[in-house]
DNA sequence: ACCTGAACACCGTTCAAGT
DNA sequence: ACCTGAACACCGTTCAAGT
């Protein structure tokens, strides 16, 4: 007499184990278990493993429909925006990671292609040239959450090594610098102010 | 009495393998068999499949340590130096991907390290502004050849539903633009003169 | 030093059978 | 409509045994 299992609550599920132990460790087995199931019963509700992850997918992007925005000029609205849409990312780094393994990171850029669209139009940018600006925020945007992600977890056994730069380099600043950890929050202001520089007003 | 197996051998035919068929396809036991050998030799040559990738990676590396640079300014070496190494990664779309997946992309800023470095120093450049610069140029370089290569894989089962534009949506150009296929080189150029723009001289 | 087969503990998925 | 167990065809890896 466990609980009801739904299609929501698999997914529910899922998405928790995902995120407590990683995509990697994740299998249909394991997921039965958590559920208190037989594995064949997570087919009836929600389909084999693929179709489950399209559905994580299909969350996370309608997830991302509603981001906030604000700002006094319309380009610290697209400033704005940008930084919702990757701290949105962020926080669901393990669905932003499916997405990317499943070939799907385009379709993160459809959310809010339309309100993006509108601010730049403000600006005056349209047509192939809104397009092109568009997709450069937006790259920079998503390729920014899903390296950060990546590198993070590849902080943990990543041990800058020294050798490769002489004792006598001149500039012992920026060895030092580099040897520190990456502050991925900065690279993204900075490439976005860069980009956002290119836009008149 | 077939060929030697060598360490050598079983990691070309193992990178040919996911270059051909990716790398969700790649088993130790197809490897196997297309060595013609049982699947324990490869353990006792290469070790197993984690240690295997491992070894495609440093090769990746190693492969990238001497890039074409040219130009008649600095900084259009530095352009030349980051369309070199994203040429290579692109070709090697297949060993990115690994890369990508086990978190090691943070080891492919090390090959051009020093030599962007050095053209940073030649403009002036240095200690932890360049430290920001140079992650920023890997950044763009890195995650540009990570994401083309995601698009492109799923841009096949990718139809651009027009359903999300209104039809009297006001700039029509943009939204042709915006259902045509995106072009990552031209995005890849936007954003690496964007931040080159913001270099002194 | 090199290669093997058997065996273990896992997978995802299908399908006929139950209620 | 919902859930099950058995079965299939795969995995990666270990290990004792061969030459």
Redesign the interface.
């Known amino acids: 007499m466990a609980e009801a299992v739904s299609a929501e609550k698999i997914l529910d599920t899922a998405a928790g184990m995902i995120e407590r132990h990683s995509v990697e460790a994740f299998s249909m087995r394991g997921l039965a278990e958590e559920l208190g199931v037989a594995v064949t019963s997570i087919y009836w509700h929600v389909g084999g493993r693929d179709k489950l992850f399209d559905s994580l997918v299909d969350r996370l992007l309608s997830e991302m429909a509603h981001l906030p925005v604000e700002g006094e000029t319309t380009v610290e609205c697209i400033a704005s925006l940008a930084r919702s849409q990757r701290r949105a990312l962020i926080e669901r780094q393990h669905l932003l990671a499916i997405a990317?393994?499943?070939?799907?990171?385009?379709?993160l850029f459809?959310p809010i292609?339309?309100t993006l669209?509108g601010l730049l139009?403000e600006l005056g940018v349209?047509?192939?040239e809104?397009?092109?600006?568009?997709?450069?925020v937006q790259?920079?945007v998503?390729?920014?959450a899903?390296?950060q992600f990546?590198?993070v977890?590849?902080?943990k056994h990543?041990e800058e090594d020294p050798s490769?730069?002489d004792d006598d380099w001149?500039?012992q600043?920026?060895v030092q610098?580099?040897q520190s950890p990456?502050d991925y929050d900065?690279?993204f202001e900075?490439?976005l102010s860069?980009?956002l520089?290119?836009l008149p007003g």
Not at 100 to 107: Q, S, V
Not at 130 to 136: H, P, Q
């Open positions: 990317h393994e499943r070939d799907c990171t385009p379709m459809l292609q339309q669209a139009a349209t047509g192939t809104a397009a092109l600006v568009l997709r450069a790259v920079q998503i390729s920014s899903v390296m990546s590198a977890r590849g902080a990543e490769l730069w001149p500039d600043e920026l610098a580099l990456t900065a690279l900075y490439g860069a980009l520089a290119t």
